[in-house]
């Protein structure tokens, strides 16, 4: 079955970066636009990044020039780079395909972002 397991959250001072992972199995994931998501306790889930399968890619305008979303085919793995972090950034990451999402998700990884 489809499978998410993100990596790489931690905290980190404001201005920090951190570089976020997800591997994915159960899907042909070079076919796959891949996104990242974020949520907040008591807010709904926030899309944040996409890329497509031939790499072009997609941010809300609260991360632009901050956050670079990327991917390895081979590994059917996705990557969040994350430099400049804000506090407004602390959230549980997750990702999931970039458009419609799976009804799996996996368990996140937490990014607190506090001096």
């Known amino acids: 079955q489809v499978q998410f397991v993100e990596s790489g959250g931690g905290l980190v001072q404001p201005g920090g970066s951190l570089r976020l992972s997800c591997a994915a199995s159960g899907i042909i994931f070079s076919i796959y636009t891949m996104g990242w998501y974020r949520q907040v306790p008591g807010k709904q889930r926030e899309w944040v990044a996409r890329?497509?399968?031939?790499?072009?890619?997609k941010y809300v305008d609260s991360v632009k020039g901050r956050f670079t979303i990327s991917r390895d085919n081979a590994k059917n793995t996705v990557y969040l780079q994350m430099n400049s972090l804000k506090p407004e950034d602390t959230a549980v990451y997750y990702c999931n395909a970039g458009l419609l999402p799976f009804a799996s998700w996996g368990q996140g990884t937490q990014v607190t972002v506090s001096s």
């Open positions: 890329i497509t399968r031939d790499g072009s890619t």
